[in-house]
């Protein structure tokens, strides 16, 4: 069984940066896909940032140019650094991992961007 968690949400004043971790275990292989998705009070979940296991990005327009999304095969973690945040980057932001056609999840942290 795969398991993810997050770490390093908190509060942070726009302009500010955060880092988020992501740590998986259980067996993952093969071709997958980590991603990160957030959800605002009353919206959708969305997805933020995804990096397959080969290293390739993709970034919501709302985040390019301020997330970088990267990951360590090895040890199973991505993490996804925020910078020039905005208070419209407040959600709970979860992590996860696509792997066979099936979709694991974390149980999310909550970013709040103060103005």
């Known amino acids: 069984q795969v398991q993810l968690v997050e770490s390093g949400g908190g509060l942070v004043q726009a302009g500010g940066s955060l880092r988020l971790d992501c740590a998986a275990s259980g067996r993952i292989f093969g071709f997958n896909v980590m991603n990160w998705y957030r959800q605002a009070p009353g919206k959708q979940r969305d997805l933020v940032a995804a990096?397959?296991?080969?290293?390739?990005?993709n970034y919501a327009n709302s985040v390019k140019g301020r997330f970088t999304m990267s990951r360590d095969n090895a040890e199973n973690t991505a993490t996804l650094q925020m910078n020039s945040l905005k208070p419209e980057d407040t959600a709970v932001y979860y992590c996860?991992?696509?792997?066979?056609?099936?979709?694991?999840w974390g149980q999310g942290t909550q970013v709040t961007v103060s103005s």
């Open positions: 990096i397959t296991s080969g290293g390739n990005t």
């Open positions: 996860s991992l696509r792997m066979l056609n099936r979709d694991y």
